[in-house]
């Protein structure tokens, strides 16, 4: 780890905000599932498949970035990426409880997508870069995380 860079706040552009601000709202919808999940949910073994797949690959990738953020030493990411991975491993938690959350579900998906549709508007038209990665490795991630929202969606639509 490179211990000369120091903490700091990156200048976010507008579509920096906006992928946050959707994403928050994302969270609050994923609150919604995980602490009656915590509350009053059984364990049991989910019969959810594909699904619990997808989201424990979203999940674990979204692990992986917490080094990405220490390395990067950015305030705003930092909080941000741990409390994305707590929305979706509360999330894998909740899926295995017997609490009804397919409305609240749907809704943490679809503001995940939208939030990533303007990652990729965000990256095309911005600088943004993370220290040596492509831009293409950066678009392959995201893209990775909105066919996984979609394949959600459309589940749960089903």
């Known amino acids: 780890m490179d211990n000369s860079k120091k903490w700091h706040i990156s200048d976010w552009s507008i579509l920096g905000w906006v992928e946050t601000i959707l994403k928050i709202i994302a969270f609050i919808f994923a609150g919604m599932i995980i602490f009656p999940a915590i509350q009053f949910g059984n364990i049991q073994i989910p019969s959810l498949g594909l699904f619990l797949i997808i989201q424990i690959l979203l999940s674990l990738g979204l692990f992986v970035a917490i080094f990405d953020r220490l390395k990067e030493k950015e305030i705003i990411a930092m909080v941000f990426i741990i409390v994305n991975n707590l929305a979706h491993w509360g999330i894998v938690y909740s899926l295995f409880t017997q609490v009804n959350h397919s409305l609240y579900l749907l809704l ?14 965000f990256i095309k038209t911005t600088n943004f870069t993370v220290r040596d990665l492509p831009k293409s490795a950066l678009y392959g991630l995201t893209i990775f995380y909105i066919i996984g929202y979609s394949i959600q969606i459309f589940i749960l639509l089903l």
């Open 108 to 121: 943490f998906f679809v503001f995940m997508l939208v939030g990533d549709l303007v990652k990729i508007i």
